[in-house]
């Protein structure tokens, strides 16, 4: 009998250690969205409902080359308490180009996000590296990701000053909801959230129907001597 719930007991831990954890990129930039060389401060803003981890900091390639020709800064600040939370990223030179094609990531130390409001701010762009601009002629802005509800994104912010700052306002700017897809600049990747992979589900399913079979086959053993 031990050997028996011995089997099935492995396989649930076998399948409860197999989970995938997927990346999130909250801000993916596609193609065709550079028109804009602008060297100020450029911000997307965000809420988090749950916390989450960021894992990489990212920056908008217009080229899709994986090449940043300049120096782009990247940093996540809190905006309620005015404070970077993130190590700020310089961006320069080559890397390989990830989400759709067009942003470019370096891995930092996770950093825990917890419930509050955030904004991804990067400066540096110029004519040899575009951002992006819904005002200048960007069609879509960034693709948005809330990770199944654990951020929600609430718009911009920008200023003229060539060093990070945290812009508070967008004047100009689209209204919302567009002004959530305002710039194609800074982004980020989290940890998204976890889901047991279909081939563990399959391995869990399979072990308790054999579990099922055998304790069945055991039982009509029995039921056969006593006759």
């Known amino acids: 009998m031990k050997l ?28 065709g969205q550079g028109t804009q060389g602008f060297g100020g401060n450029l911000a997307l803003t965000f809420d988090v409902l749950s916390p989450i981890t960021i894992t990489a900091l990212g920056v908008y390639n217009s080229s899709g080359s994986g ?3 300049g120096r782009i800064q990247v940093v996540i600040y809190n905006t309620v308490s005015n404070a970077a939370v993130t190590p700020v990223v310089t961006f ?3 890397y390989t180009p990830q ?8 891995l930092i130390t996770p950093v825990v996000l917890g419930p509050g409001s955030y904004e991804v701010d990067a400066v540096g762009f110029s004519v040899a590296d575009d951002n992006g601009n819904l005002n200048t002629g960007s069609t879509t802005g960034p693709a948005l990701n809330n990770d199944a509800g654990q951020l929600t994104f609430t718009g911009a912010a920008y200023d003229g000053s060539p060093t990070l700052d945290e812009p508070k306002t967008c004047p100009g700017c689209q209204a919302l909801p567009a002004q959530m897809r305002q710039f194609d600049a800074g982004t980020f990747e989290i940890n998204g959230t976890q889901a047991p992979e279909p081939s563990t589900l399959g391995l869990l399913v399979c072990g308790f129907a054999g579990m099922t079979a055998i304790l069945r086959r055991m039982g009509a053993s029995k039921r056969s001597q006593r006759i």
């Open 4 to 31: 028996l719930l011995s089997v099935p007991i492995a396989l649930f831990l076998l399948g409860g250690g197999v989970c995938i954890q997927a990346s999130v990129i909250p801000y993916s930039d596609p193609s």
């Open 67 to 69: 090449t940043i020709a």
């Open 92 to 94: 320069s030179g080559a």
């Open 99 to 106: 989400a759709l094609g067009f942003d470019v990531f370096q």
